[in-house]
């Protein structure tokens, strides 16, 4: 594979054992993107659905999973709460932020160069990869505003708060 960023969209029941199979390809410098959300659908409704490992007593993301099954490259976890239907729309007027997350503060800057290069999207460093369990968590609670409010595709906007001035 020659490509600098290589951006994860299988669906998480395969993502952390297909790297796993194709890690061999994978060369230094580069960066893998999870952009994977582990969730299930109850009833009408979504919930996150944390990876369990064996091995560990705490949920993990599946970021920090690719990052182990990948081993030699470095993985940073963004675009999860941006819907694809806006991605897809190259016409589309955005004003979203991209919660970015990682280890290795060049791929993280690699990555978030990447977001400034779609028009309308903000990078924002969230922390470790560690933090990427929350980001994750995010997707299901939009897709649940949506459906339970009749939303059509949300997705988030960090604004900072500013005090009224008396």
């Known amino acids: 594979m020659r490509a600098d960023i290589i951006i ?12 796993a199979t194709i890690r061999h390809r994978f060369t230094s410098g580069q960066v893998v993107v999870s952009c994977i959300v582990p969730m299930q659908k109850k009833g009408r409704l979504f919930m996150w659905s944390p990876i ?27 675009f999860q709460t941006i819907p694809a239907h806006y991605l897809n729309d190259i016409n589309g007027m955005l004003d979203l932020d991209v919660l970015v997350a990682g280890d290795d503060e060049i791929s993280i800057q690699k990555v978030m160069s990447l977001v400034r290069d779609i028009p ?7 922390g470790p990869l560690e933090n990427s369990k929350w980001v994750e968590s995010l997707t299901p609670l939009l897709l649940n505003a949506a459906i339970l409010n009749g939303l059509h595709d949300p997705s988030i906007r960090i604004v900072p708060w500013v005090p009224d001035e008396e």
């Not at 994860?8 to 790297?19: G, N, R």
């Open 8 to 19: 994860e969209t299988l669906p998480a029941s395969v993502a952390v054992t297909t790297l």
């Open 52 to 78: 369990i490992v064996a091995a560990c007593d705490q949920p993990r993301s599946a970021a920090e999973l690719i990052q182990d099954a990948v081993v030699s490259v470095k993985v940073v976890s963004a």
């Open 120 to 126: 309308g999207l903000r990078p924002l460093k969230v």
